[in-house]
C-alpha cells in the first residue's frame, strides 16, 4: 500500500504524500493502517459501471445547465468511456491510496483528459454519489431476484402439474398428519416465492428515487436540475430531502429483509429435500448432477447442495444483522460507518442468487417416487380426521364425540398392528353402532385428498386451479 505513495495520481509538488483528491489541507499522507482501514476500493470496484453512469449523466446535467461547457461534458464524458472499457478490458490499475471506485475513476479520467475531470465533482459530493451508485446496484438486484424466484417457481410448478393428484402424507410435527397432494405441497412454495417477489418489487418501488445533487448533505447553491439526472438514471423522481437522501440505507436493508425471508423459504425447501431423499423415506431422488458421493462410504448420495442452501440463510440474515447494527445509533447525515453497507450486500446478493439458482436446477432435476409417496400417505392412520369427518356428517355425532370415537378405532388398529382400512365393520361398529360399511370409501387415501375441496385445498381439482393461476401469471413474465 505504501508503494502507491510513489504514484503519480497521489503525488503533488507541494505535499509529497497527500491525496490529490481531498489532500489540500494535509501535510502527510495517511498511515498505512489509516489507509487500509480506510480503503473501500477493494469491495466497491463492483459499483464501477453504476459510478460511471451516474458521473455521465451528471456531467451531461451539468452542461445542459450552463454549470460547466459542453466542450467539458463531452470530454468528460468520453473520457469515462474510456474508463468504463479499460475497467471491463482488465486493464484498469485500481489503487488503495485513491480509496474508493469514485476517486479511482476520477483520478483516471484526468490522467485521460486532464483539467476538465476536475469540473465533474461540481455540485456533487461522494455522499450523494456513492449513496446513488448503490442504490442503482441494488435495484439491479431486486430486478435479478426477481428473475431468479421466477425461474424457481416455472420449476415448482411443473413438478406441481405432474404430480397434482399424487397423494402424500401432509404433516404436522413432523408426524404423518393427513393425506395431501405433491402438487399442493409444490404449490405451497410457490406461494412463498410469489411473496417474495412482491417484496423484491416493493422495496424497488420505494428505492427508486435518486439521491444524486443531495451534495454532501445539504443541496448544493448551484443550478443543477434534479428531474434530469433522475430520468437519466431511470429513477421515479429525485428524493425529497437531501439530509435524508445521503444516509438513508433502508433500500439496503429492505432488499437484505427481503433476501433474508426469501432464503428461508429456500431453507425450508432444502430442509425437506434432505429428508424427503433419506434412505427412510425415499420419496424423492436426487440426480447425480445435484449430489455427491463420500469417499468412505460407497453407498452414499448426499444432498449437499440442499444441505448448503439450508445453510446460506445465515449468511443471509448475518448479513441484515450487521447492517441493521452499523446503521442504527447513526446521527444524520453521512457517516464513513456506511461503507460497511456494501460488502455485506454483495455477498447476500451473490449468496441468494446462487441459492436460487441451485434450488431451480434441484428442483428441475428431481425424480419423485410416487409409490413410495402413497404407500407412505396410506400408512400412519393418515385418513383419521376423514373418519371423524363421516361420523360428524352421516352420525351426527358432534365433532368431539367423533374425534374421541375415532381415536379409539386408531388404538384399537394400532394395538393389531394395523391400519384403519384393515379394520373390519364389525370392529367400527363395536367403537360406535351408527357406522356403516360407507364408511370405508373416506378411509383411502384418494377419496381423503378428494373430498377436500375447499378453496386453497389438498384436492386435485383445487390444485390444478392454483397451478391455472399461476401459469396465467407467468403469461405475463418477460
Ligand atoms: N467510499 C465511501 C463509502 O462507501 C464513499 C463516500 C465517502 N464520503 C466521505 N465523506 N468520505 O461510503
Given at each position: 500500500m505504501t508503494s502507491d505513495r510513489t504514484d503519480p495520481m497521489t503525488d503533488t509538488p507541494e505535499n509529497p504524500s497527500a491525496n490529490t483528491m481531498w489532500g489540500g489541507r494535509f501535510a502527510a499522507g495517511p498511515d498505512a493502517i489509516m489507509e487500509a482501514i480506510n480503503a473501500s476500493i477493494g469491495f466497491d470496484q463492483r459499483l464501477y459501471a453504476q459510478d460511471i453512469r451516474g458521473s455521465r449523466a451528471h456531467a451531461a446535467m451539468l452542461a445542459a445547465q450552463g454549470i460547466i461547457s459542453p466542450s467539458d461534458a463531452d470530454a468528460i464524458g468520453k473520457g469515462l468511456l474510456t474508463v468504463l472499457s479499460e475497467i471491463e478490458g482488465g486493464g484498469f490499475r485500481f489503487q488503495t491510496a485513491l480509496e474508493d471506485i469514485h476517486m479511482n475513476v476520477e483520478a483516471r479520467l484526468k490522467e485521460l483528459i486532464g483539467e476538465p475531470a476536475g469540473r465533474l465533482h461540481t455540485a456533487r459530493s461522494r455522499n450523494d454519489q456513492v449513496a446513488t451508485d448503490f442504490r442503482l446496484w441494488v435495484r439491479d438486484q431486486c430486478d435479478a431476484a426477481i428473475a431468479a424466484c421466477r425461474a424457481l417457481i416455472r420449476a415448482l410448478v411443473t413438478q406441481a402439474d405432474t404430480g397434482a393428484d399424487w397423494v402424500m402424507p401432509g404433516f404436522t410435527h413432523l408426524q404423518t398428519a393427513q393425506p395431501v397432494t405433491w402438487g399442493h405441497h409444490m404449490m405451497a412454495y410457490v406461494e412463498m416465492l410469489g411473496r417474495d417477489i412482491g417484496r423484491f418489487a416493493d422495496a424497488r418501488a420505494r428505492m427508486?428515487?435518486?439521491?444524486?445533487?443531495?451534495?454532501?448533505?445539504?443541496?448544493?447553491?448551484?443550478?443543477?436540475d434534479r428531474e434530469a439526472t433522475a430520468a437519466a438514471l431511470g429513477f421515479d423522481r429525485p428524493t425529497a430531502n437531501s439530509l435524508d437522501a445521503v444516509s438513508d440505507r433502508d433500500f439496503a436493508l429492505e432488499f437484505l429483509s427481503a433476501a433474508a425471508i426469501c432464503a428461508t423459504h429456500l431453507s425450508r425447501l432444502a430442509e425437506e429435500l434432505v429428508i424427503w431423499s433419506s434412505a427412510q423415506f425415499r420419496f424423492v431422488a436426487m440426480s447425480d448432477r445435484w449430489s455427491t458421493g463420500s469417499s468412505i462410504m460407497p453407498q452414499k448420495r448426499n444432498p449437499d447442495a440442499a444441505e448448503l442452501i439450508r445453510a446460506k440463510i445465515g449468511r443471509i440474515l448475518g448479513a441484515a444483522v450487521a447492517l441493521f447494527t452499523v446503521m442504527k445509533g447513526l446521527p444524520l447525515a453521512y457517516s464513513k460507518d456506511m461503507q460497511e453497507d456494501k460488502e455485506q450486500v454483495f455477498d447476500a446478493a451473490d449468496t441468494l442468487m446462487l441459492a436460487l439458482a441451485a434450488m431451480t436446477g434441484m428442483i428441475g432435476d428431481l425424480t419423485v417416487n410416487r409409490e413410495r409417496l402413497e404407500a407412505a400417505a396410506s400408512?400412519?392412520?393418515?385418513?383419521a380426521t376423514d373418519l371423524a369427518d363421516w361420523l360428524v356428517r352421516e352420525a351426527g355425532l358432534p365433532f368431539r364425540d367423533a374425534h374421541h370415537a375415532t381415536g379409539a378405532l386408531v388404538a384399537m388398529a394400532e394395538s393389531r398392528g394395523v391400519d384403519l382400512p384393515e379394520l373390519t365393520l364389525a370392529d367400527m361398529q363395536s367403537v360406535n353402532s351408527a357406522i356403516t360399511a360407507q364408511v370405508f370409501d373416506v378411509l383411502g387415501v384418494h377419496n381423503s385428498v378428494a373430498s377436500r375441496q375447499s378453496y386453497g385445498g389438498t384436492a386435485p381439482d383445487q390444485v390444478r386451479r392454483q397451478i391455472a393461476r399461476w401459469k396465467g401469471a407467468m403469461e405475463g413474465w418477460e
Open positions: 427508486n428515487e435518486c439521491p444524486l445533487g443531495s451534495a454532501a448533505l445539504a443541496g448544493t447553491g448551484f443550478p443543477i400408512s400412519g392412520f393418515s385418513t
